[in-house]
């Protein structure tokens, strides 16, 4: 069997996420969850249950005609079943700071800024945080500046939030009752202890842990003969690194 | 001939005054690379910046130059090719002023202005550090009563109007009018602006409102205070149907405006060749 | 062969509830005439019509039919056929409620639902007795201090959600998007609504989203639940680059609308035909 | 000389009334204004100050892109220069009723609606209030129903409003600080003292009185040549009563 590439594997697990969504959209500079939407747009195809996929930073893949506006639009009026997050620092509350990390507004060190996370987090029913890197210096106790916070009282419109976290060590699903963290998968790699470990924050451990899966033979081919292909349209230093190298 | 005041370059950003709030499009909406080269050169000082709602190397580029005082936006970041290094260097060294939005917030703030009201509701926001930081911003109870949320919260934004838009574009028809397609921020920037300025690839000889298809891609003249030709005007930023990003030369930025001497080389050389024609 | 669930004309008007709100293009964004006919064939009654901003023929037949319970418009008018006779009638017989309006609080009421705001403000309007007779209208003291109105009066509008949608347009692709042109105020009404639904001149073998030009004239199928092929759909109103206003016809509704027995004679001879084909 | 046609006068006298304008929009059911828009924007297509029309009924004349609401968006911005409003009924005040007679909702004659004007009102700096019908049914002392005020107090938001009254019997210029009409000219065919008598409110009178202007020969040919053909497409049924009968 082929070896599989690490980002493959993220890109496949991410693929899973999305099961029940009819439109997921896709921000900047987001190339794994970009190509694990078009991945699962083209599993997808011949079902009853298409899926929609807008990838702003692409000329073809970009369903909207009313300028960059829309996409925030469109969350808000319910059209978005998922969207993306990163952020420089995620805390346990899942709170979100994309701007930088020291005090604010003189900071240590500056990130690019909050793009558009403090309505999206507010307003699409499945936000997926993803942030390759699983280090106490980015998975904190608590963010440095709030980009977008996890989780809003009642007077506060809030149909949507925050529902996966997912690293190159773990998926984790929010609750936001409890307000926390429970890891759902590992990467078969690392042990749970280790995660407990490079996690800055407490998160619930679960009985059922389940490994991230190895994507089948069938998905690779798809994703590296039809799905890579277009990523480098729009995603071009990723995909020529990945796949083009 | 064209029925309307072809002007340079030149003449463009030299239209741009001092301490004047200036619309930034995006890096998928034309970046008027060409004039902010101009800009630069002039030594315009003062700029307050207006993203919608980012920007990558023409801030980056303008406030390595010391150019700017103030920057209203969503994020500023070279994309695929890294974070904004000049950009970077000014917050952290408290060079210049940062007001940091969210990107449809930003939009809000000219939608007022476009539809002439003081100020735009906004649901999201509350909550975030960006809220804690934004003196014109506030939170109000929502005037309206609904069932389902009699006491809900909404934040409210300040209508923004520009002193300025410029912007790059594919083409301008023989009556001053400008072909933006999809990029209908562009629309929002300009009814939000008391000055807009275009630089395009082509003045075609028709014009665009004899066709219905044309029409709906045009933002008309009736915005528009003057226009030149550039062609590359875009360059290193891509131009939709046109040419595409400049990797190379994103990548040779990138590591150029890692610090100040570097950047400072890499600006010196490039004003001195002359990359843009008017022809 | 194309990539969506092509419906009949007929199927379109049986998804109008009774009771339900329902977006009414004005005259100039494509009036859906044969959608409107077949509602009146299947006896809908109770519908609550949203003008966006107003409406001719089609509400005035709607009202005519009896079908209509409600309308929120800035207008009833046959354009240059004179006043909408049914319409007159029911307002002056006390037939249905109207909830008189001003064509920007329409476009702002249902720019609140794009953006998911609660309201939108708006100039104007203080002083009128549209404001008088709104309840669902407020005045708040403007939020926003500005210095040079400290004590601004300003109005507020709800957000408004309609139940469906329905218009006529010139083309749809194979994919399900759909070419409106210039008429954006379709896009808002789309953007605003829960369902929506479209009648065609034609469907051609290509996707808009190929071809930047089209792209910028295109409603994306995302906010569309159905289309039907529908040959001059909006007749005897006119559509865009298709055909004109029929004069005759007009001139013809206009004179049998006076009193309702000649109106009645009028869609009784008007249903009977087949203006309107499928193919 | 040849026979001048009563709307012809009027659009030559609109059409002076637009001498500074750099934009003029026209909105529904106004073919004499638009007439005169036109008239205006032939005459001044060789000069320094050219004029721009709108013609919201046009397909060729509408200078709008972002549909229907820019006409109410542009002139918020301050960039429509002149618009013209009708009514039902009139008064001394300048309020204009465009909804009908009698005690709303409940009317005795119900006309078409305010349709745009309870903003263009306030927000365009030259209204022209043009109403053929000269009688004190039309030019009230008090309107039933105000679609639009004539002024406003401080606290509201009004850099627009009424400039000028026509008729076909007079021109009147409104002061907004006395809250009154004054009459500026007068059709040859009426006396001053039968417009006062048509007129259901009191206007001040003028010393300077002046006649409706018979328009030029050469303007006459322009309109009639040029401006004809152009109004037959979009008020086909005024151009051919008038012009083409």
């Known amino acids: 069997m082929t070896e599989v590439l690490q980002p493959e594997i993220l890109i496949s697990e991410i693929s899973n996420l999305l099961r029940d969504d009819r439109h997921v959209a896709i921000g900047a500079a987001s190339p794994i969850p970009g190509s694990a939407a078009l991945l699962a747009e083209e599993e997808r195809k011949n079902s009853d249950l298409k899926l929609k996929v807008t990838i702003l930073h692409s000329q073809k893949f970009n369903n909207f005609t009313d300028g960059s506006r829309e996409l925030f639009d469109a969350s808000a009026q319910g059209r978005i079943d998922t969207f993306f997050l990163g952020g420089v620092q995620i805390d346990g509350e899942a709170n979100i700071n994309l701007v930088g990390t020291g005090r604010y507004p003189k900071l240590d060190k500056r990130f690019s800024g909050s793009f558009g996370s403090a ?35 009642p007077n506060v419109y809030r149909p949507g939030g925050p529902k996966y976290l997912i690293t190159n060590r773990a998926l984790f699903s929010f609750n936001k009752k409890e307000k926390n963290f429970k890891i759902e998968k590992i990467n078969p790699e690392f042990t749970l202890d280790e995660v407990i470990k490079s996690t800055g924050f407490e998160f619930k451990t679960n009985k059922n842990l389940k490994y991230f899966s190895m994507p089948s033979q069938k998905r690779i081919d798809i994703l590296r003969n039809l799905i890579a292909p277009k990523v480098l349209n729009f995603y071009p230093q990723f995909a020529k690194k990945l796949w083009f190298n | 001939m064209v029925n309307f005041d072809l002007m340079t370059v030149e003449a463009i950003a030299s239209k741009v005054e001092d301490n004047s709030l200036i619309g930034i499009p995006a890096d998928y909406s034309g970046v008027p690379m060409s004039v902010t080269i101009e800009i630069i050169k002039r030594k315009k000082r003062n700029l307050r910046l207006y993203c919608l709602p980012l920007t ?3 801030g980056d580029m303008l406030i390595g130059s010391g150019c ?7 994020a500023v970041t070279l994309g695929e090719y890294g974070q904004a290094p000049r950009f970077q260097d000014a917050i952290e060294n408290n060079k210049i002023k940062i007001k940091d939005s969210t990107c449809p917030a930003l939009h809000a703030q000219l939608q007022a202005t476009e539809k002439s009201v003081p100020f735009m509701p906004l649901r999201g926001i509350i909550g975030s550090d960006l809220y804690h930081n934004r003196k014109d911003w506030s939170v109000i109870d929502n005037p309206v009563k609904t069932h389902s949320k009699d006491d809900e919260k909404i934040v409210i934004l300040p209508a923004v109007q520009l002193d300025v838009l410029i912007f790059h574009a594919a083409k301008a028809d023989i009556n001053g009018n400008v072909q933006i397609g999809r990029r209908r921020e562009l629309a929002t920037l300009a009814h939000a602006a008391k000055k807009v300025y275009v630089t395009v690839e082509e003045i075609v000889n028709e014009d665009f409102f004899e066709c219905e298809l044309k029409a709906s891609a045009t933002l008309p003249s009736l915005y528009i205070d003057g226009i030149s030709l550039s062609k590359n005007g875009a360059w290193p930023c891509g131009l939709t149907d046109y040419y595409t990003l400049d990797s190379e030369e994103m990548n040779k930025y990138a590591k150029a405006a890692k610090h100040q001497e570097t950047f400072d080389a890499y600006m010196k050389n490039f004003i001195s060749q002359s990359f843009y024609s008017n022809n």
């Open chain 1, 119 to 153: 309505l999206m987090y507010f307003v699409v029913p499945k936000i997926i945080l993803f942030r390759e890197e699983h280090t106490p210096r980015t998975l904190v106790k608590k963010v440095d500046f709030i980009s977008a916070p996890g989780i809003s009282p």
């Open chain 2, 68 to 74: 700017v005082k103030e920057i209203e936006t969503a």
């Open chain 2, 56 to 58: 990558t190397i023409q």
